[in-house]
Nanobody, 119 residues
Framework: QVQLVESGGGLVQPGGSLRLSCAAS????????MGWYRQAPGKQRELVAT???????DYADSVKGRFTISRDNAKNTIYLQMNSLRPEDAAVYYC?????????????WGQGTQVTVSS
């Protein structure tokens, strides 16, 4: 069972920055395509950004150029640096990964961290 623990959410003004962290309970080399999702009230959960073991990244169009996903293998942690935040970025942000647990890949989620963007 993989545990993912997020931190770093909070209240920020439009145009501000936050950095989210997601610490995994085991080596992130064991995990497939870690990433961040978000869910705003009344909306479906959506993909924000992903990163693979070789460092390849992918972003939702709405955050490209503003958000950066990264990883620290030594700390078993991934990060989401969020700059130029907009009110529409407000949501609960969830860390996600897949891990092979015989006989299939399974999804694991963190508990979520709230990001509020408001003046």
């Amino acid at each position: 069972q993989v545990q993912l623990v997020e931190s770093g959410g909070g209240l920020v003004q439009p145009g501000g920055s936050l950095r989210l962290s997601c610490a995994a309970s085991e080596s992130i080399f064991n995990l497939n395509r870690m990433g961040w999702y978000r869910q705003a009230p009344g909306k479906q959960r959506e993909l924000v950004a992903t990163i693979t073991n070789d460092g390849s990244t992918d972003y939702a169009d709405s955050v490209k150029g503003r958000f950066t996903i990264s990883r620290d293998n030594a700390k078993n942690t991934i990060y989401l640096q969020m700059n130029s935040l907009r009110p529409e970025d407000a949501a609960v942000y969830y860390c996600h990964c897949k891990r092979f647990l015989f006989p299939r890949l399974r999804d694991y989620w963190g508990q979520g961290t709230q990001v509020t963007v408001s003046s």
